[in-house]
């Protein structure tokens, strides 16, 4: 009987062990630790190398219940696993009790700048790969055109991976130290900005937004084209990095006619 989709190819002589510690330590590789972020790699196209389940069955339990689009793919992909060996492939072991490895997709930025239907978010040296993954998974629902970071944290790491839950594959999501926005307007998200109204966040913005204790720099806010701010009852000096994204992308978001959705 033939699986309805390839099964991963792994070298006879690595261990799954071995090629989880390699693909920690390559570039071109990602980790996805959870039901929920291998869910929506695979959803959204993700190369999937290698799956590794504690329990198969459940897997494909929870996708009859949360993903009947991929009902099947799980128990096609997963190599059974105990859970001490689980526990060897990921220091947090998710509780869904699935791990895998899959091919980070080319990140291009010149093909990103010129996606004008909808802003581009950049994050400028953020810190806290939970907030990372947040405004990426934010980013993605918000039909964002792609996440940009400058900085030393990788979005690609695998706690951003967590906190976005596998959305990394919904939209071009790479870092970059020296975007260069071209002629889209670069908007610098700043607690002492002029006021954003919902009209003002144009859709071909780049959205930059500042790292989590100084926010943004000199360099960028000098380079910016406008400064905006949202709101705050007084008191209030800032709000988190990925919800200062999330209320920016959704005030551009709810000023767009209806997408169809719901
Ligand atoms: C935790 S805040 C940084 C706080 C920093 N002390 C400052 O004054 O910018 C992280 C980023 O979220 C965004 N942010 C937070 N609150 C904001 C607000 N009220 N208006 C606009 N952006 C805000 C900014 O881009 C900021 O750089």
Not at 242 to 262: E, I, K, M, N, Y
Request: contains cysteine; proline residues 9%.
């Amino acid at each position: 009987v033939r699986a309805p989709y390839p099964l991963p190819i792994v070298p006879p002589t690595q261990t799954l062990a071995q090629q989880f510690a390699q693909a920690r330590g390559d570039a071109g590789l990602a980790i996805l630790e959870g039901f929920h972020a291998l869910k929506h790699a695979l959803r959204f196209g993700a190369a999937v190398e290698a799956v590794a389940a504690t329990d198969a069955d459940a897997l494909e339990r929870m996708a009859a219940e949360l993903a009947p689009d991929l009902c099947g793919r799980f128990r096609a992909l997963a190599r059974q696993v105990t859970s001490a060996e689980i526990a060897s492939l990921a220091p947090h072991v998710p509780r869904t009790g699935v791990v895998a490895i899959a091919r980070r997709p080319p990140f291009d930025a010149a093909r990103l700048r010129a996606q004008r239907d909808a802003p581009i978010v950049l994050l400028e040296d953020p810190r806290d790969l939970g907030n990372v993954g947040a405004a990426i998974r934010v980013a993605a629902a918000a039909g964002a055109a792609g996440v940009l970071t400058s900085g030393q944290s990788d979005p690609w790491d695998p706690a951003a991976l967590r906190g976005a839950a596998g959305l990394h594959y919904a939209l071009p999501v790479g870092r970059d130290d020296a975007f260069d926005p071209g002629d889209r307007p670069l908007v610098a998200l700043d607690p002492d900005g002029d006021l954003l109204r919902p009209a003002s966040v144009p859709a071909d913005a780049v959205l930059a937004f500042g790292t989590e204790r100084h926010g943004l720099s000199d360099a960028l806010l000098a380079r910016a084209d406008r400064r905006l701010r949202l709101p705050m009852r007084a008191g209030v000096s800032s709000v988190n990095l990925a919800t200062a994204v999330s209320a920016v992308l959704f005030a551009w978001r709810l000023h767009q006619p209806p997408p169809g959705d719901s």
